[in-house]
């Protein structure tokens, strides 16, 4: 009843049992959780602790041990940089170097060098396309050698040419081939996939009884007073002089732009051997019978490119030009069997 009389207004009465009732049951829900379920998280605590002590014991225990540990592993390093210093056994790229590491050998020197240009052409007179082919023997001296790279002078000693018929001959007189001044060469050399060592020309033009700028590009003059052409071979007319004899007996005057490129490798006899891609180009100037206006070019087009071949052999430096031509059958036996009237 006190209740009653200090509350007055029943409403504030209700209101003040209902948060009585509120606060009962929320402290009736906090005490319902028993200590067992709280256990773990204590559990957690304790296992925590403990562990934090046996890591600290660890620490205090191995502490020595450490040490001894970094000496030990001080003293195997230094052992490995003793033993990479004296046989690089661990350094890879030591190793890699080492087997890869080759010298090229000396290549300078006099040689003799045999080209077999073997190609297709439109025989005059005849009107067919057969083989023909020209032989070229020329003294090689290679004056210097840097690594890789050789510069060389080169001197035609022999230049004949064959034709694929009995009926007709074509021939390229002496004259011609000493006409023709030394050429200025570089050659390469490289290792192969297979630790062979290759020797390569880059394409190199030459031009002969006129002057162009671009061989590459720029066409052999077609008109005999042009002012870039000559009289190479001194025949008194413009152009260097060739011939054909049997069925068709004619002479004719004309230009020449040949292109040649060389790929090969050095045999374990120090013999250089290997394919030649080449082109070669004519204009006539003179002829004597109209069935030599077009002249006779050679083109490889057609024909396999194994037959065109190139050799390098090592020869007395003593010996001139005409030693090498008259020693180029027995210099190169197997090609003098194969074309023997282009070497007599």
């Known amino acids: 009843?006190?209740?009653?009389?200090?509350?007055?207004?029943?409403?504030?009465?209700?209101?003040?049992?209902?948060?009585?009732?509120?606060?009962g049951s929320c402290n009736l829900k906090n005490s319902s959780q028993e200590p067992v379920d709280r256990e773990p998280v204590e559990d957690i605590d304790e296992d925590f602790d403990k562990d934090d002590?046996?890591?600290?014991?660890?620490d205090t225990e191995n502490s020595d041990n450490d040490a001894v540990f970094d000496e030990k592993s001080d003293m195997e390093i230094e052992d490995v940089d003793i033993l990479a210093d004296d046989d690089?056994?661990?350094?890879?790229?030591?190793?890699?170097?080492?087997?890869?590491?080759?010298?090229?050998?000396?290549?300078?020197?006099?040689?003799?060098?045999?080209?077999?240009?073997?190609?297709?052409?439109?025989?005059?007179?005849i009107g067919q396309t057969l083989p023909a082919w020209a032989i070229?023997?020329?003294?090689?001296?290679i004056f210097s050698q840097e690594e890789g790279i050789l510069s060389a002078h080169t001197e035609m000693c022999r230049l004949k040419t064959g034709v694929g018929t009995s009926l007709i001959s074509a021939e390229v007189p002496d004259s011609f081939a000493e006409s023709l001044g030394n050429v200025d060469k570089t050659f390469y050399?490289?290792?192969?996939?297979?630790?062979?060592?290759?020797?390569?020309?880059?394409?190199?033009?030459?031009?002969?009884?006129?002057?162009?700028?671009?061989?590459e590009n720029e066409p052999l003059p077609s008109d005999i007073n042009d002012p870039r052409v000559f009289d190479a071979d001194n025949t008194g007319i413009n152009g260097l002089r060739i011939r054909t004899k049997k069925?068709?007996?004619?002479?004719?005057?004309?230009?020449?732009?040949?292109?040649?490129?060389?790929?090969?490798?050095?045999?374990?006899?120090?013999?250089?051997?290997?394919?030649?891609?080449?082109?070669?180009?004519?204009s006539v100037m003179w002829y004597s019978n109209i069935a030599l206006k077009n002249g006779a070019p050679t083109s490889p087009v057609g024909a396999d490119p194994n037959e065109s071949i190139f050799i390098f052999k090592r020869i007395d430096p003593s010996w001139?030009?005409?030693?090498?031509k008259e020693k180029s059958?027995?210099?190169?036996?197997?090609q003098a069997e194969l074309y023997p009237k282009e070497f007599q």
């Open 53 to 58: 002590e046996d890591i600290a014991g660890f």
């Open 88 to 125: 690089q056994v661990f350094d890879s790229d030591v190793l890699n170097d080492d087997d890869y590491e080759r010298d090229f050998p000396d290549m300078t020197g006099t040689w003799a060098n045999l080209t077999v240009f073997k190609g297709l052409a439109k025989v005059p007179y």
């Open 1 to 23: 009843m006190e209740v009653v009389r200090r509350f007055r207004n029943h409403y504030l009465l209700y209101y003040y049992l209902l948060f009585l009732c509120i606060l």
């Open 247 to 282: 069925a068709l007996d004619a002479e004719a005057e004309i230009l020449q732009k040949v292109s040649t490129i060389l790929d090969g490798v050095i045999d374990e006899n120090g013999e250089v051997s290997g394919i030649t891609t080449w082109y070669e180009a004519q």
């Open 320 to 324: 001139d030009c005409l030693t090498v």
């Open 136 to 141: 070229m023997v020329s003294k090689v001296d």
């Open 189 to 215: 050399l490289s290792y192969g996939e297979n630790g062979e060592i290759r020797f390569h020309q880059d394409k190199l033009w030459e031009v002969r009884s006129c002057t162009l700028d671009d061989p």
């Open 329 to 334: 059958a027995e210099l190169f036996p197997e």
